[in-house]
């Protein structure tokens, strides 16, 4: 996986600007690190079916990628998530990402993605 490979690199462990645990307010603009991304499989199935974004362009888009930025966002039913500005396929996305409870602070679940095109 890539996730694995790119931690086993020696690339994971970075800090993460606004992961919670430091005073960064709700929609400010902040450097996220991904070394792994889990997707469920359910997840992978409604974004691909909704949106027609893969699993694996999603993933490329955000694991291993240096300089993602995006804004916290505090969602009243879901909890604190990162909104993400990629490209795939040329085309402007925004991936929504949860912390997960991973040590490193490194590791995301995906929980929805799409093009603003």
């Known amino acids: 996986m890539r996730g694995d490979a790119c ?7 970075r800090p993460l600007a606004g992961d919670g645990t430091t005073e960064v307010g709700d929609g400010d603009v902040t450097s996220v690190w991904v070394a792994k991304l889990n997707i469920s499989r359910r997840t992978a199935q409604k974004i691909t079916q909704r949106h027609g974004i893969t699993e694996v362009e999603v993933r490329d888009a955000v694991e291993c990628v240096r300089g993602l930025y995006g804004r916290w966002d505090d969602d009243p039913e879901r909890g604190r998530r990162a909104v ?26 995906r929980g929805s993605v799409y093009f603003v095109d």
Do not use: C, F, K, N
């Open 7 to 13: 931690a086993l690199a020696g690339v994971a462990g």
């Open 84 to 109: 993400i500005d990629v490209t795939i396929r040329a085309r402007p996305a925004t991936v929504v990402l949860y912390p997960s409870e991973h040590p490193m602070g490194d590791t995301w679940v």
